[in-house]
């Protein structure tokens, strides 16, 4: 396991700015620096990278280096631009929010649509920590400097709906997320998926960013590779074409569903990242094809529900278990698929 140190200073040095640093993990093989950096900067390309070792914008313990660079362990690799990196200041935003549960240590609320979970690279307002930090005065973390996830234990994707727990002081962030680590919480979901799947199973394939689009995810072959991502899936309804599923995570790997369904070749319904926003299975038909651009309309992204969430409560170490119901756009492209098979 490759272990980083990943700091973000702004420490002016020779009129540049230092925009990220590493430090090398002892076990870490050699390879190119830009290969390195780009496994680690998901929103930038290797031809930027080059780019910047080219401009002497690459600085390996305090020298310019070039983009063939081959680190080696405990290097301190620091990318410097001509340039302050953009703070990212977190503003409290009165957003609404659906909240299910609420103590003194903790959140459960409902996620909805088209809210992407915290800030970042090209979402610095309207995300769902902009409205926690409004709603609720107490949040793990909240006034720790440079905190841009203050509460969080887990996430889900922008267009994902759902089920979020949320903590409200660090004892239980703490126990919380060892529950996560240890696979102990209980997570359902509902997918919409292109296909007639025929039998219920689990995928079992390592998940990593994709070396093609560092933006999304893919399945590695090689043990080697990746993080070990495990989904159980069963069938709920059958619609010819499409199928409603319930996922259990095992793990909770980033667009984990989302992956291993377009690996076993039932991409999400809509899913605009992973194919399957475009008609996958059905006919041809003037009046099917008007069908499905329908039922893209009633959501933005991917038919993906958080359903359920389980786990013991920090303090009381009692299980407790939370439901929810699937957003008014997913309702209406299933109740849609009822009739258009019924009438089939």
Same mark, same amino acid.
């Given at each position: 396991?490759?272990?980083?140190?990943?700091?973000?200073?702004?420490?002016?040095?020779?009129? /540049?700015?230092?925009?990220?640093?590493?430090?090398?993990?002892?076990?870490?093989?050699?390879?190119?620096?830009?290969?390195?950096?780009?496994?680690?900067?998901?929103?930038?390309?290797?031809?930027?990278?080059?780019?910047? @070792?080219?401009?002497?914008?690459?600085?390996?313990?305090?020298?310019?280096? &070039?983009?063939?660079?081959?680190?080696?362990?405990?290097?301190?690799?620091?990318?410097? /631009?001509?340039?302050?990196?953009?703070?990212?200041?977190?503003?409290?935003?009165?957003?609404?929010?659906?909240?299910?549960?609420?103590?003194?240590?903790?959140?459960?609320?409902?996620?909805?649509?088209?809210?992407?979970?915290?800030?970042?690279?090209?979402?610095?307002?309207?995300?769902?920590?902009?409205?926690?930090?409004?709603?609720?005065?107490?949040?793990?973390?909240?006034?720790?400097?440079?905190? #841009?996830?203050?509460?969080?234990?887990?996430?889900?994707?922008?267009?994902?709906?759902?089920?979020?727990?949320?903590?409200?002081?660090?004892?239980?962030?703490?126990?919380?997320?060892?529950?996560?680590?240890?696979?102990?919480?209980?997570?359902?979901?509902? @997918?919409?998926?292109?296909?007639?799947?025929?039998?219920?199973?689990?995928?079992?394939?390592?998940?990593?960013? %994709?070396?093609?689009?560092? &933006?999304? !995810?893919?399945?590695?072959?090689?043990?080697?590779?990746? &993080?070990? @991502?495990?989904?159980?899936?069963?069938?709920?309804?059958?619609?010819?074409?499409?199928? /409603?599923?319930?996922?259990? /995570?095992?793990?909770?790997?980033?667009?984990?569903?989302?992956?291993?369904?377009?690996?076993?070749?039932?991409?999400?319904?809509?899913?605009?990242?992973?194919?399957?926003? %475009?008609?996958?299975?059905?006919?041809?038909?003037?009046?099917?094809?008007?069908?499905?651009?329908?039922?893209?309309?009633?959501?933005?992204?991917?038919?993906?529900?958080? &359903?359920?969430?389980?786990? #013991?409560?920090?303090?009381?170490?009692?299980? !407790?278990?939370?439901? %929810?119901?699937?957003?008014?756009?997913?309702?209406?492209?299933?109740?849609?698929?009822?009739?258009?098979? @019924?009438?089939?």
């Amino acid at each position: 396991m490759i272990e980083d140190d990943f700091v973000q200073d702004q420490e002016q040095e020779e009129e /540049l700015f230092e925009h990220f640093k590493f430090i090398v993990d002892k076990g870490q093989e050699v390879v190119r620096i830009d290969k390195y950096l780009l496994d680690r900067m998901p929103n930038t390309s290797r031809n930027k990278i080059q780019v910047a @070792a080219r401009n002497g914008n690459v600085v390996v313990n305090g020298i310019k280096v &070039k983009q063939n660079y081959k680190v080696k362990p405990r290097d301190e690799v620091a990318i410097v /631009l001509p340039y302050p990196m953009r703070e990212i200041e977190l503003i409290p935003q009165n957003i609404p929010l659906d909240v299910i549960f609420e103590d003194e240590d903790l959140v459960v609320i409902n996620k909805t649509a088209n809210m992407v979970v915290h800030p970042g690279y090209g979402n610095y307002s309207g995300t769902l920590v902009n409205a926690l930090i409004y709603h609720f005065n107490n949040l793990s973390g909240k006034n720790q400097v440079n905190n #841009l996830r203050p509460g969080l234990v887990h996430r889900i994707d922008k267009h994902t709906t759902g089920l979020l727990v949320i903590a409200k002081n660090d004892d239980a962030l703490t126990h919380l997320e060892q529950q996560f680590y240890d696979r102990t919480t209980e997570r359902k979901y509902l @997918a919409l998926v292109w296909g007639d799947i025929e039998k219920d199973g689990t995928v079992d394939a390592n998940l990593g960013r %994709s070396p093609k689009n560092r &933006k999304v !995810m893919t399945v590695f072959q090689d043990p080697n590779e990746g &993080k070990r @991502a495990i989904t159980h899936y069963k069938v709920i309804q059958r619609f010819g074409y499409v199928t /409603l599923i319930e996922c259990k /995570l095992e793990t909770g790997r980033t667009h984990q569903i989302r992956v291993h369904m377009k690996h076993l070749g039932h991409p999400l319904f809509h899913d605009l990242e992973y194919g399957g926003d %475009s008609i996958l299975k059905g006919t041809t038909s003037s009046s099917y094809i008007k069908f499905i651009e329908n039922c893209f309309s009633e959501i933005e992204g991917q038919a993906l529900h958080a &359903k359920s969430l389980g786990f #013991l409560h920090p303090k009381t170490f009692k299980f !407790m278990h939370f439901e %929810s119901d699937l957003p008014i756009g997913f309702k209406k492209i299933i109740d849609k698929w009822s009739t258009y098979t @019924a009438q089939k």
